[in-house]
């Protein structure tokens, strides 16, 4: 007697398998655009990211700097060699490696302001959003008080507070305080985004049926509408980076932001200004340039994945 053959179960596709399926893949495939902005946010991220192995000098080595090249113009050759292709600054610091250990502070800070605000936001957006009430009067109120305030300022009083606070460890705490200073005004953005999102899907059928069947609130908002509720945030978050890391130049650039030893691209554009009418151009020319790279291959990157995301543009 034949028995009868069963053919083996599939396995069910991974998540990276099912983005390069998507149509998310293939709209950055059809997008030059988009491809051109994750081509030069990957080339500062890399030379940011190995900014040790990758720059031809490191500029905070005191003893490898020499003031003798001091304000020397771009593509400067000696004997033959280049030796700076974008030049040096007033201290002799070749301005190539300082763009590329100055964009991986600013890179830094950005990014972990961003995941804390995202961390911050998403929590009281979700309890706002699913609790409602009392909770959710309260939150946004809050939120509507840290809305009445420039993010610029915010960081300003907290860096003061800082300061006043902590003025003898004030550049060992000054990462801690710019990143919380800047995430202390981009937290709003999320809570409000992701209350709209939550008090949409805590009414659908699924939620329902497991408030049914007793599953704890807390189990519901987490596991069952936090994922349906991150699409926007994800959008959002992608272009708030940008938008951080211009803060954070504003910041140094105004001097209060990182410690002087270890300066981002604000710091190096305010060294930089100070030359820019004596004819030493390219000290603040490049690192703008970079900070625009940056900020722009960022963005557009984002208007991307909002329209790949959205599903009434597709």
Known sequence: MNTPTTSPTPAAPSALQRFFDGDVWYSFKTSPMAMVAAAIAFVCVFCAAFAPWVAPHNPFDLASLNLADARLPPAWAEEGQMRYLLGTDDQGRDILSALFYGARISLAVGVASVLLSVFVGVGLGLLAGFAGGKIDAFIMRVCDVMLSFPSILIALLIDGVGRAMFPNAHDTLAFGVLIFAISLGGWVQYARTVRGSTMVERNKEYVQAARVIGVAPLRIMF???????????LVLATIQVAAAILTEATLSFLGVGVPPTSPSLGTLIRIGNDFLFSGEWWITI??????V???????????????ALNPRLR
């Open 293 to 307: 790279l940056i900020a722009l291959s960022v963005n557009l990157l984002g208007d991307w994945l909002r329209d």
């Open 286 to 291: 490049f690192p703008g340039v970079m900070l």
């Open 223 to 233: 596991r069952h509408v936090l994922p349906n509720v991150l699409g926007p945030v």
